[in-house]
């Protein structure tokens, strides 16, 4: 069964870091690209970032770009967020999302339950 | 523009089609995809490449593509099915990587 566990959500202060993981497990995580996508309570969904199978292409989008960086650990099957200087309108729930193998285009098929990141004094 | 639109809300019967549109320009040459969101969980992918199903989605989900709006249609709708739909695209010509959703549909089973 595939499954990815997102964690390392909470409370931080603007201005403050926070890394979250997402680790895999039901598939061969080396072949697969992954991503991440957010949804701001109540709202609808905003990709943020994503990686290559072997970490060659990484691309954020430009509401985080220079702040956020996106690494993938295959010893440990797990992606990971570092999210510096952080905003009050990055918080969100947080989903890992796989991209199908040898997918053409972006899209996701597989999700995690998320991990809610909070922004505030 | 590179904006996807959606409906904010359809409403239908138990047992009748519903069908959620997203408009685009000239979104019938991208490849949309379709996401179910239920209250409380994480999105599901329910449609990809304009018409497919992925495996374990039932047969009452289809969708089309062409000109300016994609459709993604439910029949004989089910209680189970009310729940957000969002379309989603990857614009090659907006700057890397261009992924865009649109902004939701709130589908309620009357």
């Known amino acids: 069964e595939v499954q990815l566990v997102e964690s390392g959500g909470g409370l931080v202060q603007p201005g403050r870091s926070l890394r979250l993981s997402c680790e895999v497990s039901g598939f061969n995580f080396d072949d697969y690209a992954m991503n991440w996508v957010r949804q701001a309570p109540g709202k609808g969904l905003e990709w943020v970032s994503g990686i290559s199978w072997n970490s060659g292409s990484v691309g954020y989008a430009d509401s985080v770009k220079g702040r956020f960086t996106l690494s993938r650990d295959s010893a440990t099957n797990s992606l990971y967020l570092q999210m510096n200087s952080l905003r009050p309108e990055d918080t969100a729930f947080y989903y890992c999302?796989?991209?199908?193998?040898?997918?053409?285009?972006?899209?996701?098929?597989?999700w995690g339950q998320g991990a809610l990141v909070t922004v505030s004094s | 523009s590179s904006g996807l639109t959606q409906p904010p809300s359809v409403s239908v019967a138990p047992g009748k089609t519903a069908r959620i549109t997203c408009g685009g320009d000239n979104i019938g040459r991208k490849r949309v995809h379709w996401y179910q969101q239920k209250a409380g969980q994480a999105p599901v992918l329910v449609i990809y490449?304009?018409?497919d199903r992925p495996s374990g989605i039932p047969e009452r989900f289809s969708g089309s593509n062409s000109g300016n709006t994609a459709t993604l249609s439910i029949s004989r709708v089910e209680a189970g099915d009310e729940a957000h739909f969002y379309c989603q695209v990857w614009d090659s010509s907006v700057a890397h990587p261009g992924v865009i959703f649109g902004g939701g549909t709130q589908l309620t089973v009357l």
């Open positions: 999302a796989r991209q199908p193998l040898r997918a053409t285009d972006y899209y996701f098929d597989s």
């Open positions: 490449h304009d018409s």
